[in-house]
């Protein structure tokens, strides 16, 4: 995988003397908050506390010649050990064409995105897939397999067909030196409705991924967890996620229904989210999502209902803000409260000016 990447670049380099444009970028996302935590289900119980909450930084390279599109990325982070996160979080390289796009690397998969664009608390300190507190990742209402990423990929997405439908594919290659050998695949369809201006209106589809590798994710061991091909694997399995959204300029709701059937377990999980939002004014949104994980044979402890409700800003100059509350109350006595006040900075410079691209 990484003399594909290394060829991938060279062909980049080479391409950009023929270059129509050609283009490099760094970004950076700096998220923090102040939480206060009580949980009947944490060592710590009761606090307050500062977190960082998904604070990254990236280069983009971005080629076109003709109707090519070479682009590589590469994004690092804080390593978070109980995600089981690396430091290096994305680092992929593809070309888009008009008969589609091919990709390979590390990359959130289109499994992980699709419930991740439903979230409007992903990367926040009110989320938790599992009811426990978490400073990134997803709501209570996703799997786990919403959160990290998917590494030694190679996927292909078709162009735009009938009038907004896009078909994805992919493999994900285990290592001959990690406890996971197999390969994994992974598959899905999404509809894209737009309305005047071509504006996102509504969207529908479904992402399916079947896990052959039997090690699955270890809270707390990053070094275990960075073995395995697809992050937050439950071990060998096969998930479906179905979801659609729909979206005007003043509020957008979304629904997100996973059947995760793990081969250990003798029931599938269910997982639902529902999310909604609603424009106050241009700068400032209220939004709300009603969790819900069914999870009886395997786990009853992780059984239950999640809400959260928070207000988001735009302050401008790239800062943005939150204030948010999130109860998750699991079926087993005992539940879990969040409220978090967050702050979040987004830069990003042209660095091919300066390079003289």
């Given at each position: 995988m990484q003399r594909m990447l290394a060829a991938t670049a060279l062909a980049l380099v080479a391409q950009s003397a023929f270059a129509v444009e050609t283009d490099l970028s760094f970004d950076a996302h700096l998220a923090g908050s102040v939480r206060h935590l009580d949980s009947d289900f944490e060592a710590v119980g009761d606090e307050y506390d500062t977190v960082n909450n998904a604070s990254k930084a990236g280069l983009a390279l971005s080629?076109?010649?003709?109707?090519?599109?070479?682009?590589?990325?590469?994004?690092?982070?804080?390593?978070?050990?109980?995600?089981?996160?690396?430091?290096?979080?994305?680092?992929?390289?593809?070309?888009?064409?008009?008969?589609?796009?091919?990709?390979?690397?590390?990359?959130?998969?289109?499994?992980?995105?699709?419930?991740?664009?439903?979230?409007?608390?992903?990367?926040?300190?009110?989320?938790?897939?599992?009811?426990?507190?978490?400073?990134?990742?997803?709501?209570?209402?996703?799997?786990?397999?919403?959160?990290?990423?998917?590494?030694?990929?190679?996927a292909y997405t078709t162009p735009s067909i009938l009038g907004g439908l896009r078909l994805n594919a992919a493999g994900y290659f285990g290592r001959e030196d990690a406890p996971n050998d197999e390969t994994d695949y992974a598959a899905g369809a999404d509809y894209v409705i737009t309305g005047p201006d071509d504006q996102y209106l509504a969207s529908a589809?479904?992402?399916?991924?079947?896990?052959?590798?039997?090690?699955?994710?270890?809270?707390?061991?990053?070094?275990?967890n960075s073995l395995l091909t697809v992050s937050g694997s439950p071990g060998?399995?096969?998930?479906?996620?179905?979801?659609?959204?729909?979206?005007?300029?003043?509020?957008?709701?979304?629904?997100?229904f996973e059947n995760v059937?793990?081969?250990?377990?003798?029931?599938?999980?269910?997982?639902?989210?529902?999310?909604?939002?609603?424009?106050?004014?241009?700068?400032?949104?209220?939004?709300?999502?009603?969790?819900?994980?069914?999870?009886?044979?395997?786990?009853?402890?992780?059984?239950?209902?999640?809400?959260?409700?928070?207000?988001?800003?735009?302050?401008?100059?790239?800062?943005?803000?939150?204030?948010?509350?999130?109860?998750v109350m699991l079926d087993v006595p005992g539940d879990s409260t969040t409220i978090a006040l967050g702050l979040a900075y987004d830069f990003e410079a042209d660095l091919g000016s300066i390079l003289n691209f």
């Amino acid at each position: 995988m990484q003399r594909m990447l290394a060829a991938t670049a060279l062909a980049l380099v080479a391409q950009s003397a023929f270059a129509v444009e050609t283009d490099l970028s760094f970004d950076a996302h700096l998220a923090g908050s102040v939480r206060h935590l009580d949980s009947d289900f944490e060592a710590v119980g009761d606090e307050y506390d500062t977190v960082n909450n998904a604070s990254k930084a990236g280069l983009a390279l971005s080629v076109k010649h003709d109707a090519l599109h070479w682009f590589a990325r590469v994004d690092a982070g804080e390593k978070n050990e109980k995600a089981g996160i690396e430091s290096l979080r994305q680092l992929y390289a593809g070309v888009d064409t008009p008969l589609g796009q091919l990709l390979i690397g590390r990359k959130a998969n289109d499994y992980r995105l699709s419930g991740e664009r439903l979230d409007p608390f992903y990367d926040t300190s009110v989320t938790g897939f599992n009811g426990r507190e978490a400073r990134e990742g997803a709501s209570f209402g996703l799997s786990n397999l919403t959160n990290g990423f998917t590494t030694n990929t190679v996927a292909y997405t078709t162009p735009s067909i009938l009038g907004g439908l896009r078909l994805n594919a992919a493999g994900y290659f285990g290592r001959e030196d990690a406890p996971n050998d197999e390969t994994d695949y992974a598959a899905g369809a999404d509809y894209v409705i737009t309305g005047p201006d071509d504006q996102y209106l509504a969207s529908a589809g479904v992402q399916y991924i079947k896990i052959e590798n039997p090690a699955s994710f270890a809270a707390g061991n990053v070094d275990r967890n960075s073995l395995l091909t697809v992050s937050g694997s439950p071990g060998k399995s096969e998930s479906v996620r179905v979801h659609g959204s729909f979206r005007t300029p003043r509020y957008s709701v979304g629904v997100s229904f996973e059947n995760v059937d793990v081969a250990a377990e003798p029931e599938p999980r269910h997982y639902l989210l529902v999310s909604g939002s609603y424009s106050l004014n241009a700068s400032t949104q209220l939004a709300a999502t009603y969790g819900k994980l069914d999870f009886e044979a395997g786990s009853p402890a992780l059984s239950g209902d999640g809400y959260s409700l928070g207000v988001i800003h735009k302050i401008g100059m790239g800062f943005s803000g939150y204030l948010a509350a999130r109860q998750v109350m699991l079926d087993v006595p005992g539940d879990s409260t969040t409220i978090a006040l967050g702050l979040a900075y987004d830069f990003e410079a042209d660095l091919g000016s300066i390079l003289n691209f």
